[in-house]
């Protein structure tokens, strides 16, 4: 697939995907949001890669949020930046996803990093939250994933007060995982992605599944059993001879049953 908004390159067994409006803060837009869903959709239909990075274009920025620019105005969907179906397809992506925060991770960035499943970030990167500084929230992934790394009292904190947070501030309370120094970024964040892409690719999908279903209740616990454990039952002998006596109209054997 071709994009304008964003950038996807393939190296090994490791994606990288670039938000690609460095003169605007890589800040998304309707557009960028469907790109990045897409780009992720295609990416969990194929076997190629084992792990996804995102990131940023340029020095400056991660993201800082986003625009309506050319979007309805409309109190409907169509008025309403799409950025839940980025998230949901970073959950629902059966690979880890390792987000690379190269500057600014603000608003809608800092949601974004904190829906990967780790974040590797430059010391001069700056994390905040600040809707309530423009009236607005994002309530669900933005409060109960922020509450989840750094404790109720702390994610109240950042939303009430939105402090600015220096990338070591953020690795002490558990906002991201790592911290390096801004010109090891790209090294540091392959070297990761690498370790990780070694590890098993079905036990990684199984993991990420599990962390998931608690948020995503029914659907999260579907994904679970439907995209991966019954795909391993089908393939057992009592799964076999449940088929085969289905189709020969017969009694199965249950001697197959519970082994």
């Known amino acids: ?9 393939e190296d090994g067994p490791v994606g990288t995907l670039t938000l690609n409006r460095p003169d605007d803060g890589n800040m998304f837009t309707g557009k960028m949001c469907h790109e990045i869903r897409d780009c992720i959709n295609e990416v969990r239909r194929e076997t190629r890669t084992r792990v996804l990075v995102i990131t940023g274009a340029g020095d400056k920025f991660f993201c800082i949020g986003g625009r309506k620019n050319g979007m309805e105005e409309t109190t409907l969907y169509a008025g ?3 950025t839940l179906e980025m998230y949901e397809s970073i959950d629902r992506l059966q690979k880890p996803v390792v987000a690379s925060v ?29 809707g309530p500084m423009m009236g607005s929230f994002d309530a669900g992934y933005g409060t109960w994933y922020l509450e989840d790394l750094v404790g109720k009292k702390r994610a109240k904190d950042i939303w009430f007060r939105n402090p600015k947070m220096s990338a070591a501030q953020a690795r002490e309370m558990g906002l ?3 911290v390096v120094p801004d010109g090891q970024l790209q090294e540091a964040t392959r070297k990761m992605a690498l370790e990780i892409a070694d590890r098993g690719a079905f036990a990684l999908a199984s993991i990420k599944a599990a962390f998931n279903a608690r948020h995503g209740g029914v659907g999260g616990l579907s994904r679970m059993a439907h995209d991966l454990l019954l795909r391993t039952y089908l393939k057992t002998d009592e799964s ?17 049953f519970g082994h």
């Open 1 to 9: 697939m071709t994009y304008e908004e964003i950038i996807y390159r």
């Open 80 to 82: 309403v930046l799409p």
């Open 102 to 130: 190269n500057g600014f991770a603000v608003g809608g960035g800092n949601v974004l990093q904190m829906v990967c499943d780790v974040t590797i970030a430059k010391e001069s990167a700056v994390f905040r939250q600040v």
């Open 176 to 178: 991201i995982n790592e």
């Open 240 to 256: 076999k001879e449940l088929s085969k006596a289905f189709a020969e109209r017969r009694s199965p054997d249950t001697d197959t």
